[in-house]
Structures are given as C-alpha cells and as structure tokens.
C-alpha cells in the first residue's frame, strides 16, 4: 500500500513524497493522520545536517534521507488482532510517529483524544512532555522562580507547565521581542531580551538575587552560560535543548562547582520505559498528563497553534523554518484532505 510522506531528501530540502506503508500485525494499529506538528529546533537541525543522536559524534557525515514528525494525531482505520482496547473510529494521539498520511505503528505509540479536545490540539501533545519532563527532574517547588532560556514551541509549553506547577516569578528570555510577547500572553510573569545591557541585574533584581530553576532550550552553549550566570546558589538548570555542538568552554569552577548548581541532562529519551516514579515519568504518562492539564484549562494549546498548511506546502514551510528568525511557535501539517 502506498501513502504520501514528507521526507528530508538531502541537506535544506524537504519533499512529499510516496512511501509504502503495510497493514497492522497483531499489535499494531493504522492510522490516518489529520495533523502532524513540527518539532522546530529537531527538524531544523535535521534538516540543515546536524547529528542525529545523542551518541553520534559530533564530525559525523550527515546521511540522508531523514524522517522527523514524532508528534501527531489521526483517526485508527484498522487494528491488529490482538487489540481489544482500541477500535477503528477513535481519534488517537500518534507519538514517535512521521509527517505521513497513512501508517502502521505500535498500539504503545498511540493514546486515545478525549471528546474535549482536537485532533489539532492533540497533535502537539507528545512534544510538550519535553519540557514537563524536564521540569520534573529539577524538582520545582511551588513559590520558586523559574527561568525559560528560548521561546520555540519547547519554551513556550515550559513557560505554561511552569506556571502549572505553581512557579514565581517565571521569567521568559528570548531576543526576538514577539516571542517575548507571545511568552507573557500565555503565562509568563516577566520577558527579557539577553541582549540586553541590565539583562542579568534585571533577572536578579526580579528573582530577588537569582534563579532558582531554569529551563535551558536553546541549545547554544551562549544560552547555558547566560543562564548560569543568572541563577540563585544551589539552582538547578535542566539542559532541554539539544546542544548539538560542543564548541563552548564553561568555567565549572566559577560557575557550576562553587555555588553548588546542578546540570541536568533532559532530553526526553532520558526517560524509564515502563514505570514512572518521582521526577522520572514514562511518556505515557506524561501525556496523560498533558491531557489532563487541557481538559482541565491549565495548558492553552488552541493558541499555540499559529499556522496550518497542507503537506505540499512542505518545502516552503520547511525553507522558511531555514531562513525565518521568528519562525512560527506553533506550526501545523494538515492531512485529512490529502
């Protein structure tokens, strides 16, 4: 059977283009995508090239083709047959999944969408457990200050599960002033530019002397040494974005080992398989999580949602995500009428 996908065919090109795709196994279901999202910072250092893996090396030649689009949701068409729990018709969320019309995948990769929520909601949802997972591990107590470095789609979803949390004040930090503005309608207490002169007496005078969690996302070691200088003693920094280049040098003992901070590795595979316990929760259940939290009026996702386009609009979009400084937060392939 074929479907349509889109596909990163060599470095800065993005297509759509026609795949195979097989019926269900006996643990498997098939999805019909209706939205898939874009990871912004994930898909651009894919597209442009960068490594791939945690445990790449960091000279490694990039091989192409590449497949990205983790976070989607769609309708079930078919089930395997040992599924009981799942029926064709219900509308499910896809996770570790691929920008693809049609394809079968693992009954683990797929949880059922409330009635309250849309599918163009629920597209979203796996990659906001990144930076819940990330908050988790730092341990926030209610009443902490808390620090966003970069306001992508990660960013902006940290500022909201912050304040979730119970995080004051939550500052959000970005040099381009509409996402700062983006940051502060959807919850963040203070925005400020790291470019700025009075940026670290700013942060400091806000914080009453620093930080006392930050979400580091993005992924620019610039970024990680910035944020360091603005933390409170014994704060806690949760390395979210993926710093794929290593060419930056960190004095640890000025920085880290004197004043007792902790760096924490947050990437999301960082995470148990099976069973949750504290701080270290599966992706199952933090998506429960998210679920719950937009049911419940916690987490605003509608408005995180900025641009809708077909998949045929890929290479445009994906040329854009190159060239574009303020590329959309919330960007959105719509499937059904493919």
Known sequence: MKTKQILFTKPNVAELVEVAYSAPGADEVTVALEY?????????????????????????????????GYSASGVVTHIGSEIKDIAAGDRVIVYWGKHQKNMTISRKNVMKIPDSITTAEASMALIATFPLGAIRKTKLEIGESAMVMGLGILGMFAVQELKAAGAYPIIAVDPIPERRAFALNIGADYAQNPQSEDF????????????????????????LIQALDCMKRFGRIALLGCTRSSKFEIDYYGKVHGPGISLIGAHTTARPRKESSAGLWTDEDDLK??????????????DMICEIHAPEKAPEVFSRLITEKNFPVGVLFDWRDL
Not at 46 to 57: D, E, F, V, Y
């Open 36 to 68: 898939s999202a874009i990871s912004t910072g994930t898909e651009k250092a894919n597209l442009t090239g960068m490594r791939n893996s945690t445990g790449a090396p960091e000279d490694e030649e990039p091989i192409f083709p590449r497949a990205v």
């Open 289 to 302: 999580t998210v679920i719950n939290l937009i049911e419940g009026k916690r987490l605003n996702f509608q």
């Open 200 to 223: 670290y007496a700013a942060v400091r005078r806000i914080t009453d002397g620093g930080v006392n969690v930050c979400i580091e996302v993005t992924g620019l070691g610039i970024g």
